[in-house]
């Protein structure tokens, strides 16, 4: 059985824990050369560092309630108005991001008691003195509690687990050499093209299309040469777009000169570009419009030398 079938089968079992299975999905990624698939695995099992921004399945909603009062009267466990709270403290307290490795979030849901309904929230503390005197005019804050908006950790769990099962199942399908790799074995057999792939396929089902024209970090050109357009041109097809199109687009760039590292291109490959990939245009590439995007300008970068 190859590691990637491997895989499928542990995350069908029951109650299984997903750390082990991303360490082998981490060593496939790396036999496939994605270093966004890696990326993503290694955030999952070690924790999301803090400049690092979080997947949107990662977010969670905070409710919060307070104590008040006046000096002669308390109101006890009054909710406080969210539009307050991301007013006065900032948005980063009504939308949590979750940074914990997976196996913290495991041991978490592992730790309740059966069907017993636990509540979690954050440390508020702080937040008393930012509210202090915005929320109930004449009244003092004097204790503040938080909660999470239904289950979160369930709920990454649960994600991480399916998106997971249809990378493997996508890879099995475009990629088929990922179902020949072995621990210990030759992955010599992966082509550029299969890593182009691969890191599609992870852009798209982990983190979602993106709506601007950017490469996004991990898809980048290494086998595009400066200048070389027959290296553009197979960088393109191997990532999905029709072998008539990327020599007509590699023409073009080769005709002009790029605006900036920050839009790799001239006026011809712009008109391009628009016209294949603009609002209500037919589809033409083996892939959504947003990856064809990040991949030709990830190409773009390659052959003006900005990569």
Request: overall charge negative; proline content about 4%.
């Amino acid at each position: 059985m190859g590691l990637l079938q491997d895989i499928q089968v542990e995350l069908l079992s029951a109650n299984s824990d997903i750390g082990p299975t991303l360490l082998k999905l981490r060593y496939l990624a790396a036999q496939l050369g994605s270093g966004l698939l890696e990326e993503w695995v290694r955030y999952e099992t070690e924790g999301y560092p803090a400049e690092v921004p979080v997947p949107e399945y990662r977010i969670a909603s905070v409710s919060y309630s307070g104590t008040f009062t006046n000096g002669y009267q308390s109101l006890n466990n009054v909710p406080i108005p969210s539009h307050l709270v991301e007013k006065h403290a900032g948005k980063g307290w009504v939308q949590f991001e979750i940074r914990d490795s997976i196996a913290v979030i495991d041991t978490i849901i592992k730790s309740a008691d059966g069907d017993k309904i636990h509540s979690y929230g954050v440390s508020a503390g702080d937040l008393i003195l930012l509210l202090q005197g915005k929320v109930y005019e004449g009244h003092s804050l004097i204790s503040i509690s938080s909660r999470f908006g239904g289950s979160p950790f369930a709920a990454i769990h649960n994600v991480v687990r399916a998106r997971i099962l249809d990378l493997t199942l996508q890879l099995e399908k475009t990629v088929p050499v990922s179902s020949l790799i072995e621990v210990g074995g030759n992955s010599s057999k992966v082509s550029a093209a299969n890593t182009a792939h691969t890191t599609m396929i992870t852009q798209t089902i982990v983190y979602g299309n993106q709506n601007n024209i950017s490469a996004p970090q991990g898809i980048i050109a290494f086998n595009v040469a400066k200048g070389d357009t027959g290296s553009l041109t197979a960088w393109l097809t191997g990532s999905g777009i029709p072998e008539d199109q990327a020599k007509e687009l590699a023409e073009f760039a080769e005709s002009e000169q790029p605006e900036s590292a920050e839009k790799p291109f001239g006026a011809k490959v712009g008109a391009w570009i628009l016209e294949k990939l603009g609002q209500g245009a037919a589809g033409v590439f083996e892939v959504g419009k947003d990856v064809a995007k990040d991949v030709i300008i990830a190409g773009l970068k390659g052959y003006y030398g900005f990569a």
